[in-house]
């Protein structure tokens, strides 16, 4: 990294304690170098500019660029070998463990998964009735074995759907999954091999990074945000992983120049480009984003394979999803589906198609919910954690706060024992430890429980 590019994000990263305290400028530096490396935009082992080429990059003295590195190198975030240089660490430094309080289980919130309340169970029980004929022929006919790639009802309405948003879709370019993570398995276990090398954001999805490791894939991490192209052509990926909705956890949304090049890099380095659609809605402010392959040329859109699921299938139980392809890639998936039983059952996909056709009414309601559960969640966040900092995203389902400071496994772990379950940073991080500073919080919960929830973690 040069002392240019590394001067630049450290002008751009948070100040202790949000700005409002004073500090030695060497403990703003070495704050600044450690907020970039715990969130992911300088990678492990990254060589570091030389001292005195960064105080000449920062206009500071090289006694002040000393002293910061001499820090970070007791907390363990760099390492400097004589006549060699400085790096980042391989890992972020692992938090201490921490004493655990006792709280009472049935008090306990859990805001580390992002669900919303299902469809009502009357509404439900209309579904299964007037399904019952259909579930009833289709279990007796033995036809999940007949279709591999999913119903052909629910095929059609998917492409339908896509068709809808300017995406014109064939059925035969739709495979029904077992669900987004179904998805990511049936493709990495068709396209990848042990060991081959995947492009992914960081921070990123935990279900995501979990089928990945399973599969013994070799991850190259890209900071959410940055350039893509050089990271595709240096590290010629078997395959890329992307959110093309608002990303999980940072709430940010690829621009159409940014989809472009990403498939315009995947082309040249013959990668397949994974765009995971599961977060396309709800839009809370403004327009939502857009399927990852619109606009995107021909040669460029046969390379990517886009997973999604009918909004509120999670948050009823139901294990369904699709995936969008080419035609030949679709049938290729289709025949490694049949053969790993990783599809979605006839049932699932029965409710999922009432769930499709009644697309709009479900995602309005879930808009009007999520509108005022995110003012609700921020409204406390100010008045009880003043000092901690977060980017109101235009959708999606959370926050990505940072707490201004180191810790953030050691607070999940006291919450924890005092009846809040949350997700620390280091869950969507590619490398153990990292995003320390950061927690991921949902605004999936009503207002009232988002409040004692923010009481709680304040408390400890």
């Keep these: 990294m040069t002392a240019g590019a590394l001067a630049r994000m450290v002008r751009e990263a948070p100040q202790p304690d949000g700005g409002h305290g004073h500090h030695p400028a060497y ?3 070495a704050h600044a170098v450690r907020t970039l490396i715990l969130d992911g935009r300088i990678s492990p082992r990254t060589k570091v500019p030389a001292e005195r080429e960064l105080a000449t990059a920062l206009g500071m003295s090289r006694t002040t660029v000393t002293a910061a590195y001499d820090l970070l190198r007791r907390e363990a975030f760099l390492e400097s070998r004589r006549g060699s240089g400085t790096w980042t660490v391989s890992t972020a430094p692992q938090p201490q463990p921490v004493l655990r309080l006792v709280y009472g289980e049935a008090d306990q919130i859990d ?15 209309r ?24 119903l052909p009802d629910l095929r059609a309405a998917v492409a339908e759907h896509y068709t809808c948003r300017g995406l014109p879709t064939t059925p035969d370019q739709i ?3 077992g669900g987004p993570r179904a998805g990511m398995a049936l493709a990495t276990g068709l ?9 992914v954001e960081n921070p990123t999805h935990p279900e995501a990074l979990a089928v990945l490791r399973s599969r013994g894939l070799r991850l190259i991490p890209v900071p959410v945000g940055a350039a893509l192209t050089s990271a595709f052509l240096q590290s010629v990926p078997r395959l890329a992983y992307l959110s093309a909705g608002y990303q999980v956890p940072t709430g940010t949304v690829l621009s159409a120049e940014s989809r472009l090049e990403a498939a315009d890099a995947a082309r040249r380095a013959g990668t397949w480009l994974v765009a995971d ?5 709800p839009a809370l402010d403004g327009d939502g984003p857009e399927p990852f392959a619109l606009g995107i040329p021909r040669a460029a859109a046969d390379q990517v394979i886009a997973i999604g699921a009918p909004t509120g299938t999670p948050e009823a139980g139901l294990h369904v999803g699709w995936i969008r392809t080419t035609v030949s890639a679709a049938a290729a998936l289709a025949r490694h ?17 009432d769930m499709l056709r009644r697309h709009d009414t479900v995602l309005a309601e879930r808009r009007a919910a999520l509108r005022e559960r995110r003012a609700a969640l921020e409204t406390v966040l100010a008045r009880h954690l003043p000092q901690w900092s977060w980017r109101s995203p235009a959708g999606g389902v959370g926050l990505w706060a940072d707490t201004g400071r180191t810790g953030a ?11 809040l379950t949350i997700a620390d940073g280091s869950r969507f991080g590619v490398d153990p430890g990292s995003f320390d500073q950061r927690l991921h919080l949902p605004y999936t919960l009503p207002p009232a429980v988002l409040a004692e929830a923010v009481r709680r973690l304040a408390a400890v």
Excluded at 113 to 118: F, S
Excluded at 127 to 150: F, N
Excluded at 409 to 419: C, S
């Design 277 to 281: 659609e599961t977060a396309l809605e």
């Design 175 to 177: 495979v029904m999954t």
């Design 409 to 419: 496994a050691a607070l999940a772990r006291r919450a924890a024992g005092a009846g």
């Design 337 to 353: 589906q049949a053969a790993t039983g990783l599809g979605g059952s006839v049932l699932d996909q029965i409710v999922a198609l």
């Design 111 to 125: 805001m580390a998964r992002p669900i919303l309340a299902g469809p009502s169970s009357e509404n439900l029980a």
């Design 127 to 150: 579904v299964l009735s007037e399904a019952a004929p259909l579930i009833a022929a289709h279990l007796s006919d033995a036809a999940p074995g007949r279709h591999p790639a999913g």
């Design 27 to 29: 403990q703003v530096l």
């Design 191 to 199: 396209f990848c091999g042990s060991e081959d090398r995947v492009l």
